[in-house]
């Protein structure tokens, strides 16, 4: 049977003493967590190791000795470090002991205890402590078989380590009679700047929290759900993305501690998303006030509606006449022309009557901008959604007389084959019809067919319109939702210190000699980035088309209205 010894590598220059760690009999392995070097009283030992175990919930006990002789080694101390088997008990005992000529460790086990000792083939790997503890094992999603039996147990190996933190608290300068080598054995890591962060952020998360349910308590009253303010909340997207943004400051200023890794990184995440939106938002923001751009932008602004709406007037001149050669119906040619004509003479006259409080409203919104770069955008998103609000109102007039017309004639033809629609059962029953009902449906079958070409035109115009404002929203609630998303203390932490997130790990043989232990080296396979952005990629709502391409093409047909990508109140984890 192979025994694999996980050995500190922090603890190659310790004194001789006894190892303590921790016993996994399912993995027949050893995890060396520290080396207690001579002297010390073993009584004294056990107690603190009790209280190690009570604190840690680790099974932690003595496993073996440590020699560390740059001379050869004395027959006493031999004698003595066997000794010390029968006073602390454990089968097998692990000796670990300098060879003299090598910069490596020799390791044999002993057992007394056993009626019928048996020859084991040792394993020494190294491993680096601190990593080791820092890091956060992400065992493969699609595990199976073989390999998520390797994954459990190298989690095991992990787990014990970082759950023995408590057990590196104690450094070779404190003034006790347990003296301990281990990977802060020179001195335990403090930053003074941390400690003043961590005590200045309780009351300022306080504080924070308690303007927050201020605010929470606002947005929830009756006040906001009167028709107006409730329509305007539902439908705006920089409503929308407040709340969102609300709820992130709600999770990272709440003082309640992180109950697991995947939590701690989560307000990680939040915390860095946040900051860096806010910090591209005021750069923005300073960007546009700065050589006077927002009076530049608001006197660009109205040119650009007025050739939009005599773009469009010259398309419907286009649409009144004989576009691309086809024969329209006349008389609803017109009436649909000059219909959608009077629509663009209301949008011009509205533009106009706005047009001299156009820069001191985009002076406003441009301080919207130290909100975050999110608030920005979705204000931008709102703003194109009012500037194309008559290609919205055309696309719904084309696409409701279309529709009419398209239901219309399969109602009719389901009539010349003697069918009808059971409303009730939800499906198509035969029917018997009367001579002046078929002479009717004919009439009204010819109608309709003659005058769908001139509607479908329309359609076909304005829904290509309505599209490409629907692609340029969907591009910015796509760049809002990425920003939203996006790990990016994750990704900073596996582009600085990438042991932190630990998709595995690999081992590289030092030493491999005949008659002795195979040693190995353990190193830790960082997480791939898309996999940091998979397993950390923060809830968001989602800002992707609900249906399918055979779905959104059968709508088109259809005339069915095309709502923007955006679904309001949903949310995407």
């Known amino acids: 049977m192979v025994l694999k010894v996980f050995f500190p590598s922090c603890c190659s220059s310790a004194d001789s003493g006894i190892l303590i760690g921790r016993w996994i009999s399912e993995q027949n392995s050893a995890v060396i967590l520290a080396v207690v070097h001579f002297p010390f009283i073993p009584v004294q030992v056990k107690q603190y190791l009790g209280e190690v175990q009570r604190v840690t919930k680790v099974g932690v006990s003595v496993l073996g000795s440590w020699s560390n002789s740059k001379q050869e080694k004395e027959d006493s101390l031999s004698e003595f470090l066997e000794d010390l088997g029968t006073i602390f008990c454990h089968e097998p005992w692990i000796q670990i002991s300098k060879e003299g000529d090598s910069k490596f460790w020799s390791c044999s086990t002993l057992q007394k205890h056993s009626k019928n000792p048996q020859e084991e083939e040792i394993i020494l790997v190294y491993y680096d402590q601190r990593k080791v503890m820092l890091s956060h094992l992400h065992p493969p999603l699609d595990t199976a078989g073989q390999r998520a039996e390797d994954a459990s147990k190298l989690s095991a190996i992990f787990d014990t380590v970082a759950r023995s933190r408590v057990l590196f608290m104690t450094d070779r300068y404190d003034e006790g009679p347990i003296k301990l080598t281990h990977w802060q054995s020179d001195g335990v890591e403090a930053s003074i700047i941390v400690e003043l962060m961590k005590q200045a952020s309780v009351p300022a998360c306080m504080l924070l929290t308690f303007l927050l349910s201020l605010l929470s308590g606002i947005c929830r009253s009756r006040v906001l759900k009167f028709w107006p303010l409730s329509f305007l909340w539902s439908k705006l997207s920089t409503c929308e993305q407040l709340g969102h943004r609300l709820q992130h400051l709600q999770v990272i200023s709440s003082t309640k501690k992180a109950q697991n890794q995947n939590q701690l990184m989560r307000k990680a995440n939040i915390f860095v998303s946040l900051l860096i939106d806010v910090a591209l938002g005021i750069l923005l923001m300073s960007w546009l006030y700065r050589k006077n751009r927002i009076g530049h932008l608001a006197d660009t602004l109205i040119p650009v509606a007025d050739h939009v709406a005599e773009e469009l007037q010259d398309l419907l001149q286009w649409l009144m006449?004989?576009?691309?050669?086809?024969?329209?119906?006349?008389?609803?040619?017109?009436?649909?022309?000059?219909?959608?004509?009077?629509?663009?003479?209301?949008?011009?006259?509205?533009?106009?009557?706005?047009?001299?409080?156009?820069?001191?409203?985009?002076?406003?919104?441009?301080?919207?901008?130290?909100?975050?770069?999110?608030?920005?955008?979705?204000?931008?998103?709102?703003?194109?959604?009012?500037?194309?609000?008559?290609?919205?109102?055309?696309?719904?007039?084309?696409?409701?007389?279309?529709?009419?017309?398209?239901?219309?004639?399969?109602?009719?033809?389901?009539?010349?084959?003697?069918?009808?629609?059971?409303?009730?059962?939800?499906?198509?029953?035969?029917?018997?019809?009367?001579?002046?009902?078929?002479?009717?449906?004919?009439?009204?079958?010819?109608?309709?067919?003659?005058?769908?070409?001139?509607?479908?035109?329309?359609y076909l115009v304005f829904t290509l319109l309505r599209l490409l404002v629907v692609i340029v929203q969907g591009l910015i609630h796509l760049l809002v939702d990425l920003i939203d998303s996006l790990p990016l203390y994750s990704l900073i932490l596996r582009l600085c210190r990438s042991y932190r997130l630990a998709a595995g790990v690999k081992f590289r043989v030092l030493e491999q000699q005949d008659g002795k232990p195979l040693r190995l080296l353990m190193q830790i396979n960082p997480l791939s980035y898309g996999g940091v952005v998979q397993t950390y990629r923060l809830p968001t709502y989602s800002c992707y088309p609900r249906d399918s391409w055979a779905s959104l093409c059968k709508k088109l047909f259809l005339g069915e209205l095309i709502y923007p990508w955006k679904h309001k109140g949903e949310k995407q984890n």
């Open 321 to 458: 006449g004989a576009p691309a050669g086809l024969k329209m119906n006349r008389a609803l040619d017109q009436v649909l022309g000059r219909f959608f004509l009077y629509h663009i003479h209301l949008w011009i006259s509205y533009i106009h009557l706005l047009s001299p409080f156009i820069e001191m409203i985009l002076w406003y919104v441009g301080l919207s901008a130290c909100l975050g770069l999110t608030v920005a955008l979705c204000i931008l998103s709102d703003i194109i959604a009012l500037l194309t609000f008559h290609i919205y109102c055309f696309y719904v007039y084309g696409a409701r007389l279309y529709c009419l017309k398209i239901y219309g004639l399969s109602s009719l033809w389901r009539l010349f084959r003697g069918k009808k629609w059971n409303v009730l059962r939800q499906r198509v029953d035969s029917c018997s019809y009367d001579l002046d009902q078929l002479f009717i449906g004919t009439l009204l079958f010819t109608i309709l067919l003659f005058l769908l070409p001139t509607t479908a035109l329309y």
